[in-house]
């Protein structure tokens, strides 16, 4: 058995938001699951606290009744057996959005990661916005020096451009020619994708829209609409 995926594409907690997550607690179980948050994006500019709580606060304001935030913010965090034990037994996990690369040196690899792992292999959801979401693919990459990083890995050959419509899709270029042969998963903000049951159909929900691109195509997926990520996708 393994759980499902949820990747926004940012302007978390707000809004049009309530679609996507609302689907993805019932997915997880419904509105006692335990819904576990991970603020470290947050952290490089001492953020954490208050986005995590601005997470635990929207999850309460969807009727969820588990929810707490688990600090894990820096790699020593990370590899506290503690708190990678809060993460196993949690059956929706939230990645918040900020700085993508230190989430990534924060996570993979780490006991965090490992807990997170076994989470999803018994059927918890796996959910991340903007940075978040990107940490959970494959690949990422790292505006600041234009490099790609390999991630957690949970959807192979794809990279996630968050904030779409607004800067989001400045990446396109870039990327295609970093990740020749992957698919590029531009998620508007205030929108989610989340995964279905066979783990390759996808719905979109939310604001906005997802657009894929791979080997210099693009098809575009309102909000209410199904994609597959495998060569048929695209037109």
Do not use: K
């Not at 990678?84 to 965090?112: D, P």
């Not at 020619?177 to 508007?188: F, H, K, Q, T």
């Amino acid at each position: 058995m393994t759980g499902a995926l949820l990747l926004a594409g940012g302007a978390e907690f707000g809004g049009q938001m309530a679609v996507p997550d609302r689907e993805a607690i019932l997915s997880a179980g419904g509105l006692d699951a335990a819904i576990r948050i991970i603020p470290a994006a947050a952290a490089p500019d001492h953020n954490h606290q208050r986005a995590g709580r601005n997470g635990e606060l929207w999850f309460r304001s969807l009727r969820a009744r588990d929810v707490a935030v688990v600090p894990v913010i820096d790699r020593a965090s990370a590899e506290d057996v503690r708190l990678a034990g809060e993460l196993e037994t949690a059956r929706l996990i939230y990645l918040l959005g900020g700085f993508t690369h230190y989430l990534g040196q924060t996570l993979v690899g780490s006991a965090s990661a490992r807990a997170m792992g076994a989470a999803y292999a018994s059927g918890a959801v796996l959910a991340g916005s903007s940075a978040g979401a990107m940490v959970l693919c494959e690949h990422y990459y790292d505006p600041a020096a234009e490099r790609v990083h390999r991630g957690l890995g949970y959807l192979a050959n794809a990279c996630v451009l968050p904030h779409y419509d607004t800067f989001g899709r400045g990446w396109v270029a870039r990327l295609s020619e970093l990740l020749p042969a992957a698919w590029l998963v531009g998620i508007d903000e205030e929108t989610g994708m989340l995964a279905q049951a066979d783990g390759r159909r996808w719905r979109v929900y939310g604001r906005g829209q997802v657009t894929l691109h791979r080997h210099g195509q693009a098809s575009v997926f309102p909000a209410g609409t199904t994609l597959t990520l495998h060569e048929s996708a695209m037109p």
